[in-house]
Each structure stands twice: as C-alpha cells, then as structure tokens.
C-alpha cells in the first residue's frame, strides 16, 4: 500500500513540475532572449557542477524553448552546461538584473537569474548538497551579483 501511495506522488509532483513549467515558459518567453554575463568572484555551484569564479555569461539554449533550459558559458570557454529552470516572479519590475546565489559557509549555489526590466526571473531546482548544506545551517546568506 505504502509503494502504491509513494508511486502516486511522485507522478502527481512530476505531472505538477511539467504544468508549471509550460504555463511559466509560454507567458514570459522573452525574458532571457538575449545573452548576459555577469564576473563572479567566488567559485560556485549549479545544480550538480562546482564552477570556478570568473566571467559567465546566461542565455537561452534553444530560441524555440524559451527559458526553460538556460545554457551557461564561462568566457574562456572551458566551462559549458545547461540546466532547466523554472519561472519565479517578482512583485515590482527589476531595474537591474541579478544573479541570486545561496551561501552556506565558503559554499555559494546559484538559485535565481531576474534579467532587468522584467518581473520574471529563473530558478534553478536544489542540489542535494545544497538541501544538506540548508538543514544543517542556522544562518544561510544571500550573495548577489549582477549582471549586464
């Protein structure tokens, strides 16, 4: 019983996830239409892959697909992954674009890209470490960056 339940969840959150990505994707297709990059001064992670601090830059891996997969790039061009992101919102429109990193001691996350002039920024879904390093911290910060 307690596997048909867990079978049942899982579906429901995975059919969840899709909704929420198509209905964000089609509303706000434009917000990463073109390429930003941003210096950052501290090694990080997305998702899954430690980077080294330098010049990145953030665009959209196909045109056709809007925002839902975004391709990083670090400038020498040793560095290259994409990711899926999911839409987030913001209450007022962002009059300068950012990128939003979680800090859990020396450990930074990328979590949130808000490009200027819009009210739709990207979320990128937590790591497992970035879920322990959470649990285990009594005070997270917020690292800010911005981008051009």
Known sequence: MKN???????????FAVVLMIATGAGAQAQTLQY??????PFDFTITDKKLPAG?????????SNGDQVLLFSSADGHQ???????????????KEGVLVFHQYGDEYFLTEIWPAGGQ????????????ELQR?????KVARVDIR
Do not use: C, H
């Open 4 to 14: 048909v339940v867990a079978k049942w969840l899982v579906k429901f959150g995975l």
């Open 35 to 40: 390429k930003v990059t941003a210096n950052i």
């Open 55 to 63: 010049k990145y830059s953030v665009v959209r891996a196909q045109n």
């Open 80 to 94: 290259q992954l994409s990711r899926l992101t999911i839409p987030v919102f913001a209450r007022d429109v962002m």
């Open 120 to 131: 739709t920024g990207r979320a990128l879904p937590k790591s497992r470490a970035e879920r």
């Open 136 to 140: 285990q911290s009594n005070d997270p």
